[in-house]
């Protein structure tokens, strides 16, 4: 079993290719545990939900194979997402926020392999992030935009480092943040030199760091060396859930592996079927992505296109 904690969304998107129309299942543990159970995982999810979309979401989870744990709600949350381009840049504004999630009991999780922290909008603590980690020695793996995400008095959406982040972070085994969330948590431009932020970050306690750059590739460091991943190049329709399902294909690879360049390669080519389709209904299996994953292993001479390193070719 893989349990994830955050708030499931009903979302509104629009791509330079696509419109949804209507809201739509999304979020970060929900993406996450989407791509775990079409590779043949146990998953679970807690988050809380408001009665506007609990029977819809109870019908989609159970159409996915995922299991849940809800926790009330006053409505359930959601965001407006336009892209306007073909890089992943967009405006978020809130739709709706659900409230945070309560009363967090250990049976939820502690026999579980691997628990995933991927909030949406601060529903989950840090007080509550130590407390899981005193309770569960198995893989603990953090996605930060939801501890950094804030919504003004016109719904939109502004990231900061709040107090205290260092600290829960330093609680992950494993932490992967996106270049803007690099560059919040440590005011390094990872477009420059993501290998710093990293270094920075992985100094505050996690054992492993991982910065993706969409579609430069990411940056894996443990503490000794530096793994430059590859992207698996397609042709994007929707950029909306590539760093959850990124998390999610590290997760299953390298729990079977514990090979880091491995579990980068197979987490890049899962994160890229995600991104070549919109919403959860996209079709994926773990021998989709091996076949790919190939590919990537292939490109052992690989390094990020980033500042820091055109320099040095120079």
């Known amino acids: 079993m893989i349990t994830a904690f955050g708030n499931p969304v009903y979302d509104y998107i629009k791509t330079q290719k696509v419109d949804t129309k209507e809201r739509i299942l999304s979020g970060c543990s929900t993406n996450a545990l989407l791509a775990l159970s079409k590779m043949g995982e146990q998953t679970n999810l807690i988050g809380a939900v408001g009665d506007d979309y609990k029977e819809r979401f109870a019908a989609d989870l159970e159409k996915f194979g995922i299991t849940y744990i809800i926790t009330p709600s006053n409505e359930t949350g959601g965001f407006s997402l336009i892209y306007y381009d073909d890089f992943g840049n967009r405006t978020l504004d809130l739709l709706g926020r659900a409230n945070n999630i309560e009363n967090?009991?250990?049976?939820?999780?502690?026999?579980?392999?691997?628990?995933?922290?991927?909030?949406?909008?601060?529903?989950?603590?840090?007080?509550q992030i130590k407390e899981i980690r005193t309770n569960f020695n198995?893989?603990?793996?953090?996605?930060?935009q939801g501890l950094l995400r804030s919504a003004d008095e016109n719904d939109r959406i502004s990231h900061s480092a709040p107090d205290g982040i260092?600290?829960?972070?330093?609680?992950?085994?494993?932490?992967?943040?996106n270049e803007l969330e690099g560059k919040v948590l440590t005011g390094i431009d990872c477009r420059e030199n993501p290998y710093e932020a990293a270094k920075m970050i992985h100094s505050w306690g996690p054992k492993i760091v991982i910065v993706t750059l969409a579609e430069l590739g990411s940056v894996i460091y443990d503490g000794n060396n530096f793994i430059d991943i590859p992207p698996y190049g397609i042709d994007l329709v929707d950029a909306t859930g590539a760093g959850d399902t990124f998390m999610a294909g590290f997760t299953f690879e390298y729990l079977k592996s514990k090979d880091l360049r491995q579990a980068g390669c197979y987490a890049s080519c899962t994160s890229s079927i995600m991104i070549e389709n919109v919403g959860p209904d996209f079709k994926m299996s773990e021998e989709m992505i091996r076949k790919r994953q190939q590919t990537l292993l292939a490109k052992t001479d690989f390094k990020v296109d980033v500042g820091v390193n055109r320099q040095s070719i120079s």
């Open 104 to 127: 967090i009991k250990p049976e939820w999780y502690k026999d579980s392999k691997a628990v995933l922290i991927g909030p949406i909008l601060g529903e989950v603590s840090f007080e």
């Open 138 to 144: 198995g893989l603990f793996f953090c996605d930060p």
């Open 166 to 177: 260092k600290e829960a972070l330093g609680q992950f085994d494993i932490v992967k943040p």
